[in-house]
């Protein structure tokens, strides 16, 4: 845990360096199949910085994310098994044993939920903090439709960056309380009642 905060305190310092806007991209890209970290914590500084920039920000972390998912997608799929759907591969066990959010159990129950929902894992994994490698290296390993991967993980992943670029935008500073404590509790209430609604 201290080794995490370590991590946290040192993303936050990224918004301070001059290409911190690469430093976005390549956090969203890693997060989206293995770093621990989400985007968020840089993103929100950032847009608080620049206001002015605050829709790019979200543009770059939205991007990177989904290309992201595609790589981890794509681990799922051919990597991820030694004997398909009976022995996991080396590179899978490493990645239970030292990603955070990835373990065997939560892997295998996934698989069932598969089946029943589909699509809106993968939304609900995008736009909530539910981590979001968790499904994208399981929807390549469970065979899920790519193109519904895909449009699944843009429609989330967006929705979720460029709703808190608009509030950062159109708040600043004001804002930054309600995020930290709100923004993922409605985040996943919305989830639920737009599944629901369908």
Do not use: Q
Not at 69 to 87: A, R
Request: hydrophobic residues 55%; charged residues 15%.
């Amino acid at each position: 845990m201290l080794f995490l905060k370590k991590i946290y305190k040192w993303i936050l310092s990224l918004s301070d360096k001059k290409n911190s806007d690469y430093s976005l991209a390549l956090l969203s890209f890693s997060e989206s199949f293995f770093f621990p970290i989400p985007p968020d914590v840089l993103l929100i500084p950032l847009c608080l910085g620049n206001r002015g920039k605050s829709f790019y920000f979200a543009f770059l972390c939205s991007i990177f994310s989904i290309i992201g998912g595609i790589f981890g997608y794509f681990i799922g799929k051919t990597l991820w098994w030694s004997v398909p759907d009976i022995e996991y591969s080396a590179l899978a066990n490493f990645f239970f044993e030292y990603v955070p959010g990835l373990t065997i159990d939560s892997f295998n129950k996934i698989k069932n939920l598969y089946e029943e929902w589909n699509f809106w894992i993968v939304f609900t994994a995008g736009f909530t903090p539910i981590p979001f490698k968790l499904i994208t290296i399981s929807s390549g390993t469970f065979n899920i439709n790519f193109f519904m991967f895909i449009l699944a993980s843009t429609l989330s992943r967006s929705a979720r960056f460029f709703l808190l670029g608009a509030l950062i935008f159109t708040f600043g500073e004001k804002i930054r309380f309600f995020i930290d404590k709100y923004f993922n509790l409605l985040a996943i209430l919305f989830t639920a009642l737009l599944i629901a609604g369908f």
